[in-house]
């Protein structure tokens, strides 16, 4: 497995969880770093991505909540989730795709088997 996902569990609304992605066997500084987001009976989307020159771009529905960060020295991939809706329940990916960034599932290189985050009202 070059990403694997840990960090998700069951939290009440207004909690916070801290998501990591672990990756190895690519060359992690090539890459844009991202993390998607698939909800039961709904369509996968983009969360949030880092790319290559530590920018950080968001969803909307995340922004000012979500915090994404990498440590390049260790491989690895954060997501800090702050302020958790019932509506952020869902299974979370990480996705690399080399060079730039793109919010477009179709065009990421290697995913993560994923993360369950449950957010109970």
């Known amino acids: 497995d070059q990403l694997r996902e840990s960090g998700g569990g069951s939290v009440q609304a207004g909690g916070s969880l801290r998501l990591s992605c672990a990756a190895s066997?690519?060359?992690?500084?090539?890459?844009?770093m991202t993390w998607f987001r698939q909800g039961a009976g709904k369509q996968r989307e983009w969360v949030s991505s880092?790319?290559?020159?530590?920018?950080?771009s968001y969803a909307d529905s995340v922004k000012g909540r979500f915090t994404i960060s990498k440590d390049n020295a260790k491989n690895t991939l954060f997501l800090q989730m702050n302020s958790l809706k019932p509506e952020d329940s869902a299974m979370y990916y990480c996705?690399?795709?080399?060079?730039?960034?793109?919010?477009?599932?179709?065009?990421?290189?290697?995913w993560g088997k994923g993360t369950q985050v449950n957010v109970s009202s």
């Open positions: 996705a690399a795709k080399r060079w730039e960034c793109s919010g477009s599932a179709a065009d990421m290189d290697y």
């Open positions: 880092i790319g290559l020159q530590d920018s950080t």
């Open positions: 066997g690519i060359t992690y500084s090539w890459y844009c």
